[in-house]
């Protein structure tokens, strides 16, 4: 029996492809090599230093015989590190195809280890990116299942709205189960991704992130150890997603409306911001959120506490169940295109 197992073992071992790369042009030579420079108007920007990129790569965890989707991977430098660090597959998305050459050639050192996907991943459906038969019981542990990418500045917010909506549906890259996000943020967006309540950095993005997600805050990447420079340094955020989101019960996109109408006025009193979820015809529907959620109204909107948005978007969710054409109302549409709004009774004595 032992012999068997040790046959076994030895035959697994043989039949696993090498995780080592063999000697390759460095990621500034690949650059240099086929002219690739950065375009401004995506964002780009190229990291050459391996130790870097290892880095980023560490934040994810283990990735031993882990399937990742890379986003954006350019020239291919957190690529490299990805497969260093024992990935069974990478799975790279870039709609620049520019890069394949230099991407061509790492999946040539890497034979079956690399696929290259020349899209959007505004629009990539990444569900059907790796093999269903990864995935695992959302109750249980993340699968071997990663998202990481040096994100351009100008899709990192949209795209990571997106990808919490899919969260919350549990659809795209979460049908695998928790699948755990190593992503590049510029600086600020990184502090308001991680602030924690009763900061000055708490945000829509706070909000949002937090509420279904454990984020950390990795480690800060200087500007200037990109090329070209960017005007702002960069952070590393690492995303978990929550076995329970911290609001339950309530549609994402109805969590959505209610933090981004109460942040819309973030330095003022919450009161302010929410109403604009109402028309002022209705004042009695902004004072039943308040009363209904037992949230102060004359406190700003970065004060509040996770446990506070969970009253308010159910004390939302509550009156658009009771009165549905709420969840239609929007204060920015011109009078003549808004419907009739249902008036307050009259009561008393004629």
């Known amino acids: 029996m032992a012999k068997r197992a040790a046959t076994a073992v030895i035959k697994s071992a043989s039949t696993r492809p090498p995780m080592r790369l063999p000697p390759l042009p460095t990621i500034r030579e690949i650059v240099k090599l086929y002219r690739l420079n950065a375009v401004k108007q995506l964002s780009q920007n190229f990291l050459f230093d391996t ?3 290892d880095k980023i790569v560490k934040s994810a965890g283990s990735l031993e ?3 990742v989707c890379e986003v954006g991977p350019g020239p291919g430098g957190i690529t490299r590190s990805i497969l260093k660090a024992g990935a069974a597959k990478v799975v790279v998305v870039e709609l620049d195809k520019r890069f394949n050459a230099g991407l061509r050639l790492l999946s ?4 079956g280890r690399v696929d290259i996907v020349n899209d959007d991943i505004l629009t990539y459906n990444m569900a059907k990116a790796l093999p269903l038969d990864l995935a695992v019981p ?3 542990d993340p699968p071997n299942v990663h998202i990481i990418g040096n994100l351009p500045f100008n899709v990192s917010t ?3 709205i997106r990808w919490l909506e899919a969260l919350a549906l549990r659809t795209g890259p979460f049908v695998y189960g928790r699948t755990q996000l190593t992503l590049t943020f510029q600086k600020e967006v990184c502090e308001r991704i991680c602030a924690p309540p009763r900061t000055s950095q708490r945000s829509r993005l706070s909000i949002m992130s937090q509420y279904l997600c454990q984020v950390k805050h990795c480690f800060r990447i200087p500007g200037k150890c990109f ?4 005007d702002v340094d960069v952070g590393v955020v690492h995303f978990t997603p929550l076995v329970r989101p911290r ?3 309530v549609p994402f996109k109805t969590v959505e409306k209610v933090v981004k109408h109460i942040f819309h006025l973030r330095g003022k009193y919450c009161r302010k911001g929410a109403a604009e979820l109402f028309p002022p015809e209705r004042p009695d529907l902004l004072e039943n959120l308040f009363t209904m959620s037992e949230v102060d109204p004359t406190i700003r909107p970065w004060q509040l506490t996770m446990s506070e948005w969970d009253r308010l978007a159910h004390a939302y969710w509550d009156i658009c169940q009771r009165e549905p054409w709420v969840s239609n109302y929007d204060f920015r549409a011109p009078k003549w295109e808004k419907f009739e709004i249902p008036t307050l009774p009259v009561t008393g004595e004629r």
């Open 51 to 53: 130790n870097l990129t």
């Open 65 to 67: 015989g882990a399937y």
């Open 108 to 111: 040539a050192a890497a034979p």
């Open 138 to 140: 959302w109750e249980g």
């Open 158 to 160: 949209p795209l990571i």
């Open 227 to 230: 090329v070209p420079k960017p």
């Open 247 to 249: 609001i339950q019960g």
